[in-house]
């Protein structure tokens, strides 16, 4: 079992940064390849990013290439989202999520999620 907590969330502006963490409970936290999510009112939740369960595969989507970088500390049992240059279609509730599948894309394929936290871009 794995429980989830995100932080970081808030009101920025556009073209500002914010850095999202997740905490995982539970001793096989390093066992699971993590993933970030974001669903925006009145859509689907779409992914975001996902890193292998030792860090050195990363994944992110076309959206977000090269303005976010996700990485992770397994000794402190969290992953992180590091945001730069948002713009107001980054706005949505991010929820991070942890999978044993190698889908990583598909948020069917994750087993755990966090309550997410909400991400206010301002133009």
Request: with cysteine.
């Amino acid at each position: 079992q794995v429980q989830l907590v995100e932080s970081g969330g808030g009101l920025v502006q556009a073209g500002g940064s914010l850095r999202l963490s997740c905490a995982a409970s539970g001793r096989t936290f390093s066992s699971y390849a993590m993933g970030w999510f974001r669903q925006a009112p009145g859509k689907e939740r779409e992914f975001v990013s996902a890193i292998s369960w030792g860090g050195s595969n990363t994944y992110y989507a076309d959206s977000v290439k090269g303005r976010f970088t996700i990485s992770r500390d397994n000794a402190k049992n969290t992953v992180y989202l590091q945001m730069n240059s948002l713009k107001p279609e980054d706005t949505a509730v991010y929820y991070c999520a942890a999978t044993r599948s190698g889908s990583y894309y598909y948020h069917e394929r994750y087993d755990y999620w966090g309550q997410g936290t909400q991400v206010t871009v301002s133009s």
